[in-house]
């Protein structure tokens, strides 16, 4: 009801809507305190989905009030608690990938691997689910991402995120930065692999949606695809961008000559 009102007054403008939905949101708080005290019920579904709705209503607010981390530690207690069982019924499932997007998001805003893989469930059950293993394999590159960064922030002046200090300098050996660059290129790869898989994933789990174009490949001028497909894609392809572009800025950074990607800024 707290989102509900507040998209109306997003919508309608009018502060009684604004009002009405704070007031869901302090009994919602205080409803959650009482159920995480009670044994079992903090690994409920509906506890789960409450949180998620509660993230969803600091993003449309656009108050930003709070801090940037305030649902992160509890949405990543609650998904090790309930550990890989939560994924067998199907609300579980989503769930978890709904709950996992929203950290891997806060990861990459704020630079900052704590709440990435909750429980490691992702990276274990993702030898058994294509998709899972696309959310450890984004896991894994926002890590890398956010290393390199690290890097040029102590090496190069690049400005570091606010959450997280940079890495220091015992941890800069040439011995270190050379095995982070070989896993950057193996997390590609494995994009490459899961890529050139995910054809036939799609034909066994999505039955009569379009199957995604594989990478470097181009898609015919009659091709359309569904909006889940889309944001499934989407989703999947941005980290292995932002890490591409990462690499690409760190070799510009370490080259004594000109190079012309150089002028790439990331944000």
């Known amino acids: 009801m707290s989102v509900a009102h507040y998209a109306a007054f997003n919508r309608h403008g009018s502060e009684r809507f604004r009002l009405q939905s704070y007031r869901y949101y302090s009994r919602t708080i205080k409803m959650l305190q009482e159920a995480m005290q009670v044994e079992g019920s903090a690994t409920d579904d509906k506890i789960v989905t ?14 930003g009030s709070g801090d940037s981390q305030e649902h992160a530690p509890g949405l990543f207690y609650l998904l090790e608690q309930r550990g890989p069982d939560q994924i067998i019924s199907k609300i579980g499932a989503q769930l978890f990938l ?32 294509p998709l899972i293993r696309a959310m450890s394999m984004m896991s894994r590159v926002l890590s890398l991402k956010h290393t390199l960064t690290r890097y040029l922030s102590l090496n190069y002046g690049q400005r570091p995120s606010q959450s997280v200090s940079p890495a220091s300098p015992e941890g800069q050996t040439p011995v270190k930065i050379t095995s982070t660059i070989r896993m950057c290129f193996e997390a590609l790869e494995d994009f490459a692999r899961w890529d050139a898989e995910a054809g036939a994933y799609w ?40 890490l591409l572009l990462t690499m690409l800025l760190y070799y510009g950074k370490t080259q004594t000559g000109p190079v012309a990607f150089r002028t790439y800024r990331m944000h």
């Open 203 to 242: 034909e066994q789990s999505f039955v009569g949606r379009t199957v995604p174009t594989m990478l470097g490949q181009v898609a015919s001028g009659m091709t359309s695809y569904d909006a889940d497909t889309a944001c499934i894609i989407i989703l999947i392809r941005s980290p292995r961008l932002i």
């Open 98 to 129: 709904l709950a996992h997007l929203r950290l891997q998001t806060y990861s990459f805003l704020n630079e900052d691997d704590r709440y990435s893989d909750p429980g490691a469930i992702a990276s274990l059950l993702g030898m058994f689910d």
């Open 50 to 63: 409450t949180i998620l709705l509660m993230c969803m209503l600091k993003d449309i607010s656009g108050e």
